[in-house]
Each structure stands twice: as C-alpha cells, then as structure tokens.
C-alpha cells in the first residue's frame, strides 16, 4: 500500500513564524502536491512537483515555497504566517503526470495561526 | 477557470440508492476523478472515468458524459459508514485537477 506521512496533524504557530511541513512517500512516485482544504471550497493547489529538485506553482503560491531534494519528500514552507493561512494542509503523490493515475493523500496537517 | 459544481450536502437512509450529481467545463477535458473523505481524514480514490458511460465497482458506480460535462457518483445499499464528504474533480489538459467543494453524505437509520 501507498503510505504517505506528514510530519504533524496539528499545528498552532504565531503570525511571522517560519513554518515548515513535511510530507514523505514510499512509493517511488514521481510526482508531489501540497493542496489547502478550507471549509466550502475545493482543495486549491499551491504547489506542485513533477522531480527532484523541481517545482511548479500552482493556483495560490503566494507566501508559500517549496523543496523537494530528495524524491521521497516535498516540504512546504511558510516564509512567515499569517492568519489567512490557517488551513488544513494535505499533502499527496501520484505514480506519473498521465490522466489514469489518482492521488494518494497524507492524513493533513491543520494549521492555526495566532 | 474552470468551475466544478456540485451539491453542498444530501441526505438518505441506510440501504437506500442516492446519486450524487457533478458538472463541470469541457474545455481541454482529461478524466474525471471521484474521491470519499471521511471527517477530519485523507481523500481516498474512488474512481476515475475518461470516456462515456457507467463503470461499476462494486456497490458504487460513476457515470460520465463528455458532451454533457456531466458526471455523477451512486451508492447503493447504503450503510452508515457511508457517511462522508465525496469529491468531484476533473483533469485539466495539463494533468492537474480541479477540484469541486465536495458534497457531505448523511446516512440515517
């Protein structure tokens, strides 16, 4: 089975913090995803990775960045919090960029900035 | 952009059907994706359609029709664990998905 991790479920961070998350795959999948949840909208994608070492924006990158130094992990990180991104956080793989292949998603990570 | 439309909640009873309905834009159209998500944990796959008509996998079935930019989810025999928020999305000609809000399924006894 595919298992992604991330590094926390819940986390309370303080406006201005550097905020890190992580989210590790142990399927050799190519590609990487950080989506945000919030309550009535769809997940929105802010960040994605087709390899190592590469990033793409997706449709709300701002005041977020990535890494992605080893295949197996995708950071997403926070230059400084702010309360608009309090969220859940989700992470997801998938095995290739064709159509056929779904996502596989982490357990989320909720964050709240004070 | 793309917009994906689906009801915000609905209601059934324990071993009944219910349809869950899913419109979405056309244009550079590359599959369509159902997810379940139980409270407070991950989406999880249900079922990926690309061309017309009904692919059935066990007591759920997804239906798609291109030309009509629709697509819809039915369970069957319902059981309480059932219960969940279930995720419409489509794939975009660059691979990426579009995601609807999600409609939350209320089974009652």
């Known amino acids: 089975d595919v298992k992604v991790t991330q590094s926390s479920r819940y986390l309370v961070k303080r406006t201005g913090e550097k905020v890190f998350l992580e989210c590790v795959q142990d399927m050799d999948h190519e590609n990487m995803f950080w989506y945000r949840q919030d309550p009535g909208l769809g997940l929105r994608l802010i960040y994605f990775?087709?390899?190592?070492?590469?990033?793409e924006k997706g449709d709300i990158p701002e005041g977020y960045s990535v890494s992605r130094e080893k295949k197996e992990r995708f950071s997403l990180i926070l230059e400084s919090a702010s309360t608009n991104q309090t969220s859940m956080y989700l992470c997801?793989?998938?095995?290739?960029?064709?159509?056929?292949?779904?996502?596989?998603f982490g357990p989320g990570t909720r964050l709240t900035v004070t | 952009g793309q917009n994906i439309d689906q009801p915000t909640e609905m209601t059934a009873t324990e071993g009944a059907i219910v349809q869950i309905n899913c419109t979405y834009q056309?244009?550079?159209?590359?599959?369509l994706f159902w997810y379940q998500q139980h409270a407070g944990e991950a989406p999880t796959f249900l079922s990926y359609n690309v061309l017309d008509g009904l692919e059935e996998k066990g007591r759920f079935s997804s239906f798609l029709s291109r030309s009509k930019g629709y697509s819809y989810l039915l369970l069957k025999e319902l059981q309480m664990k059932d219960s969940a928020s279930y995720l419409c999305a489509e794939m975009d000609s660059n691979y990426q998905l579009i995601w609807g809000a999600g409609t939350k399924l209320i089974i009652k006894p």
């Open positions: 056309t244009s550079g159209f590359n599959g």
């Open positions: 990775s087709y390899d190592v070492k590469m990033k």
């Open positions: 997801a793989s998938s095995l290739q960029a064709d159509s056929s292949y779904e996502q596989y």
